[in-house]
């Protein structure tokens, strides 16, 4: 289903460039295509590289400790 409004403008714009409203569709749909296509192929930017920064000093799954930690001036 096509929107009427839509549908009335693709056929003026057939009717304009004397060619068929398949034909216009058709190349509406190509080019929609197309540009989708082009978003999916975009690489995801890298992401940084994870560095060591030495032993941990607390487990902060232990809450305790990590109060203990976070409640010192």
Request: proline letters at 4%; a positive charge.
């Given at each position: 289903?096509?929107?009427?409004?839509?549908?009335?403008?693709?056929?003026?714009?057939?009717?304009?460039?004397?060619?068929?409203?398949?034909?216009?569709?058709?190349?509406f749909?190509?080019?929609?295509?197309?540009?989708?296509?082009?978003?999916?192929?975009?690489?995801?930017?890298?992401?940084?590289?994870?560095?060591?920064?030495?032993?941990?000093?607390?487990?902060i799954?232990?809450?305790?400790?990590?109060?203990?930690?976070?409640?010192?001036?």
């Amino acid at each position: 289903m096509i929107d009427e409004q839509r549908l009335i403008d693709l056929k003026r714009l057939a009717a304009a460039r004397r060619t068929t409203l398949s034909a216009v569709v058709d190349e509406f749909l190509r080019e929609g295509l197309a540009r989708v296509e082009v978003k999916k192929k975009r690489k995801l930017p890298a992401l940084p590289r994870a560095l060591h920064m030495g032993r941990e000093l607390i487990d902060i799954s232990d809450r305790d400790q990590l109060y203990e930690v976070l409640d010192k001036p």
